[in-house]
Each structure stands twice: as structure tokens, then as C-alpha cells.
Nanobody, 126 residues
Framework: QVQLVESGGGSVQPGESLRLSCAGS????????IAWFRQAPGKEREGVSC????????AYADSVKGRFTISRDDVKNTVYLDMNNLKPEDTAVYYC???????????????????WGKGTLVTVSS
């Protein structure tokens, strides 16, 4: 059984930081392309960041470049999203997402994104 468990969400003030974690089981994360998506109420889901298999090359949405960093720990089989200088518009449910295939490139609009975690809520307000 493939499972993805997100954690680390919470309520913070603008300018503060959070680290989100995605613990995987039933698959080796290093073999797959992994992304963080987010969805705010009434809005479409948005790709936030992506990390490629093996090489670990990354990509980011323009709205988070310079503030967010995605990384992967192969020993712990865990992916992280470090979020700095959080803004109210970052408020959303954040999902860890993995494609079941064995692609290597990091592109939001290329994969089926078969596996989704339950999500973790991030709220940024003053």
C-alpha cells in the first residue's frame, strides 16, 4: 500500500516560517517525480514546487520563488518544503503528490500525479 503522510502545517503570522514534511511508504521516493500542490477555498489547485528523481533538480511557481525550498532525504524517504517569509496568500491546504511512473524530469503539466496525501493546512494571518 502506497501512503503519503504530510505534517508540519499550522497557523502563523506573516513573515514567519514553516517546514512541511511528506513521509512515504510503499514506494521509494527517489524513483519518482514528487511535487507539492496547494489549494485554497474557491481556487484551483496550484503546483508549488517539484523535485525530480535521482538528480534532485527542482522547480518552483513564480509566486514562491526565493521563499520556498523543496528537498528530499533518501535515507528517511521523506520530502520537505521549507517555507520562509510566509504571506497571507500562501494560506491553503498543501498536498504531497507523486506520479506512479518512473519519469525523471520535474514538470507540473506532464504527469498523472496518481498518489496524493491527505494534506496539511497552512494559515497565514495577522
Amino acid at each position: 500500500q502506497v501512503q503519503l503522510v504530510e505534517s508540519g502545517g499550522g497557523s502563523v503570522q506573516p513573515g514567519e516560517s514553516l517546514r512541511l514534511s511528506c513521509a512515504g511508504s510503499g514506494l521509494i521516493l527517489d524513483y519518482h517525480v514528487i511535487a507539492w500542490f496547494r489549494q485554497a477555498p474557491g481556487k484551483e489547485r496550484e503546483g508549488v514546487s517539484c523535485i525530480s528523481s535521482t538528480t534532485g533538480s527542482t522547480a518552483y511557481a513564480d509566486s514562491v520563488k526565493g521563499r520556498f525550498t523543496i528537498s528530499r532525504d533518501d535515507v528517511k524517504n521523506t520530502v520537505y518544503l521549507d517555507m520562509n517569509n510566509l504571506k497571507p496568500e500562501d494560506t491553503a491546504v498543501y498536498y504531497c503528490v507523486i506520479d506512479s511512473g518512473y519519469g525523471s524530469s520535474c514538470q507540473f503539466d506532464y504527469y498523472a500525479w496518481d498518489y496524493w496525501g491527505k494534506g496539511t493546512l497552512v494559515t497565514v494571518s495577522s
